[in-house]
């Protein structure tokens, strides 16, 4: 017999053992997603309290080792968010799993991962504790110095300092050490930053780089957009375990009150026709519901198809006018579309699509179509193959219809955003192809789309118009000239004629002087003769 | 100030929560991925026994709602394997990451996650129990049904009965149901089992699908793979977190001990010169060595590039043969070609790429190359373009080198394996691009793509020689004959002159009667003009 010992693993052990999954595949993908999930907990921790985000990000080099390709760094990140209350700091930077409890509204972060899966991958490659200081605003200031005890998935603090807080400072600074390749991420990272400066104008971020070079992308609105309102739970997206937590907080005494006070778009009506498709009895007590009547619930919700939609508030867009200004910024372009879809839903979870297309400017010609993706504000850089909208453009799209050159300067810009965004994995690359999500990408590009191809041809027209004119002025002028000579009179008058053949008096006016020298020089001979 | 409340989740919730990652993102995808977690713990745990697999895959309807996409389906996997032992079998199956300890050594799954994560989405979708029947092939069966405490990541056990064994039976099974959709999946299904028979052909496979249609995948050899050995951790592999662990389990007295006994390929000399590049002295004690000294011991193996590889003895690869065999099954290739490159490694975990190119018979001509990617003995159907053998094919080799036709039947057969694969997600269907994993694909996929070109070229360089053949078979054999009746001898022995022109004499037998009939109807009545 062979014999088989068993282990069970924390968390924290988990994500140490399988590192790939959370984005620290390599030191160079490591740095830049550090960077990522500790700028995005600042970006939540602003944005909850209505704060316009002052974020400054740090990288130092702390490296001894010369010739190699990855070295020590220092990164430093700051904030001017919400703070965190003392009691929480050791086990929310150093415990895999804990967070702030959200409900059902949108945020950046997965829950209880990202900025500690930092400190632990920084911490395994330089054995050095992390350094976390935060104020909620009050009359002090905390500094804990911490290390995460991986096994146990605890932290263990090393320091805990308070300081007098006198000039009511409010925010969080998290530094810590990590083997890092800033060499192989400079590029991403910065791209990190100018795309989430686009997505959230009222952000001013400062990245100071390990050489001392400053990139400041200032705030392009003081106005910050209202935060994504928690709302409750729309039916559609609650399965047994959720029901089964939902009833066992419940203090309502029947079925039928606890389905309208505990999900959202669910009337008396509604309950009633629901609680009668399942069988189950309206005044029944929510907590001596059976096993099968549960299932039965839940199967109830998912046959009854008369739910409205679920209510968009818990859903932030950047909105098509920011968009639209954040597209211009960044490419120049000499056109741009943007479409924001309505709200549409996935398995009870509203969403919104927006889909910005630009043409020309600073955008460098390619035969393929330059890919912008953002998912509730952020933007995702890595894995685009593997991404909904690249299966949408690749696949879906057929692009021959919009009479787009084969290398064209295009870019396309896609934003989605939800309570929940289908991620394909825990280092939030790449959003899985949920039919819904895709169908409103294809209705919202195809839109800009058709705008590209009005453009084009407006564009391919005035083309075509001014190598008529280039041949019309060349020979109308003098049939004309010599017409009148002949006739001794006046040359007739050709701007209608003109206009008939698709040559506006604008620029029939532009080109006009461009080519009167060119007939003069070469005409004007051979009228003479 | 903004209160933020926080919570500590448990695994079993985090997977719950995010159960995209782990690969159930819908009901179609959730059938694949919960037989596919299940029949891999099977080939895990008769491989350990050195028993040949045989596995029984039985999918029932037990739906109810008729017109849905969607319905609830008993889903049955049994197996001959190890068993295991009743005291684990609550926590093995109902409690996230817990599992069978294993150490440096080849193996399918991730550790305590595939298999409770297919019963926490059954419990999820249906809220039934699960049964798990199993025995070690001792005196007693063991029966238990069980569901999982989400929130507290512990098992419910509802019933526990235990059986005499007289038969002897060694193996388990599982049941339990889900709500998912076969129709969607059942193609996917498939081509999971025929290519899990084809990477692991000691394996019987048979399905039983919901209309009762049997798919039976006999084993194609009683031999079984000799199981990857455990072995010791290779230096470079390890971290400050598994160096700490390491040191607080030695025994050892003395550093200089404590490398040559607990590392691979760390003999005395090695440990010194290591000991030295840290400025550790020899004879420290292993549990008093501070932070500094840990983090400069990793940092010293790091630049000590002076070690052997890793030892391949942990990996087990298909091998050419059986791929060939399993190749030739699969698609009766006109051509094929089989590369295993010599184990290399990266960030100290050994590894081997093993690759096929077939050509012709039953694949599908198409304009890009059909792509069968394997690891550690499964297949990876999903996320092929977030894989790296997607990137090698398509942005690594330029296949206008091999003279390829545009569209052509060609199939490319991928293995890596490794005791540790650096998957990109939870899912484990994509491969991450590690520079060492991406050169050794790009120099097998190469070695086999001249193989074709060559074989194409032969063939060209037929088809030029028929077509040649056929224009000098008309003419030469008049030629000769004509200018023998000319000289009154016998016609002139030719086929040194078509051996100069590429065509053999086994080609020139071989098309000779062929041509015979044609030329002789047609040219005997010109030779008597």
């Known amino acids: 017999m062979v014999e088989v010992s068993f282990e069970q693993i924390s968390p924290a052990d988990f994500f140490y053992r399988n590192r790939d999954i959370a984005g620290f595949s390599n030191p160079s993908r490591a740095l830049y997603t550090s960077i990522r999930e500790l700028v995005e907990n600042s970006l939540d ?26 070295s020590i760094y220092r990164l430093k990140v700051e904030d001017n968010g919400i703070g965190v209350a003392p009691e929480y700091v050791p086990k929310a930077f150093a415990t895999v799993l804990f967070g702030s409890k959200y409900g059902y509204k949108q945020n950046r972060g997965t829950f209880g991962l990202g900025g500690t899966m930092a400190l632990l991958y920084g911490q395994i ?3 050095k504790p992390a350094t976390v200081i935060s104020s909620t605003g009050g009359e002090e200031v905390h500094k804990f110095v911490l290390m995460i005890d991986i096994v146990k998935n605890e932290p263990k603090v090393f320091k805990h300092e308070v300081f007098e807080n006198k000039e009511k400072w409010r925010g969080t600074i998290v530094e810590f050490y990590l083997e890092a390749d800033y060499t192989g991420s400079r590029a991403k990272i910065l791209e990190y930053f100018k795309h989430t400066a686009i997505a959230n104008p009222h952000t001013s971020l400062l990245f100071i780089d390990v050489r001392g070079r400053m990139y400041y992308f200032p705030r392009a609105t003081e106005k910050v957009p209202e935060p994504p309102v928690e709302s409750l739970p729309h039916p559609v997206g609650v399965d047994v375990e959720a029901m089964n937590r939902l009833l066992s907080n419940s203090k309502e005494k029947s079925m039928l009150s606890f389905l309208v006070s505990n999900f959202q778009k669910v009337g008396e009506k509604t309950a009633r026709e629901v609680l009668e498709l399942a ?12 096993h099968e009547q549960v299932a039965a619930l839940v199967d109830a919700i ?10 968009p508030s818990s859903v932030s867009p950047i909105g098509e006018e920011l968009l639209r200004i954040g597209i211009e910024n960044m490419f120049k372009p000499d056109f741009v579309y943007v479409v924001q879809r ?19 400017g600073e955008i460098p010609p390619s035969e393929s179509i330059q ?21 949408v453009v690749t696949e879906r799209i057929d692009w021959s219809n919009y009479k787009i050159p084969k290398v064209a300067p295009i870019a396309l810009i896609t934003h989605i955003c939800s309570p929940k965004i289908p991620y394909k994995s825990v280092g939030k690359e790449a959003v899985a192809d949920r039919p819904e999500i895709e169908r409103e990408l294809v209705i919202a590009i195809r839109e800009t789309a058709r705008q590209l ?4 041809s407006k564009i391919e027209k005035k083309q075509t118009a001014v190598k008529r004119l280039n041949i019309y002025a060349k020979y109308l002028p003098i049939i004309a000239k010599c017409s009148g000579e002949l006739a001794d ?11 008939r053949l698709g040559i506006d008096k604008e620029l029939l006016k532009e080109t006009h002087e461009k080519i009167l020298k060119e007939i003069e020089e070469k005409y004007t001979v051979t009228g003479e003769g």
Chains 1, 2 share one sequence.
Do not use: H, M, Q
């Open 45 to 70: 921790a602003a944005e909850i309290g209505k704060i316009p985000p002052n974020i400054v990000v740090e990288l130092t080099s702390e490296g001894t080792s010369e010739n190699e390709e990855t």
């Open 125 to 127: 490659t330089t054995n």
């Open 279 to 290: 069988g189950i009895p309206l005044e029944t007590d929510p907590k001596k519901l059976s």
């Open 302 to 311: 998912k046959r009854y198809n008369k739910f409205r939609p679920p209510d």
């Open 342 to 360: 309505p709200p549409s839903s996935y398995s009870g979870y509203p969403f919104v699509v927006e889909v910005g297309l630009a043409y020309g």
């Open 371 to 391: 890919l912008y993706r953002f998912a509730n504000k952020i933007p995702l850089l890595y894995d685009e193959r593997a991404d909904v909208v690249w299966k």
């Open 453 to 456: 191809r009005l453009y084009l």
């Open 489 to 499: 009179k006046k040359p007739p008058d050709i701007s209608n004629l003109l206009n």
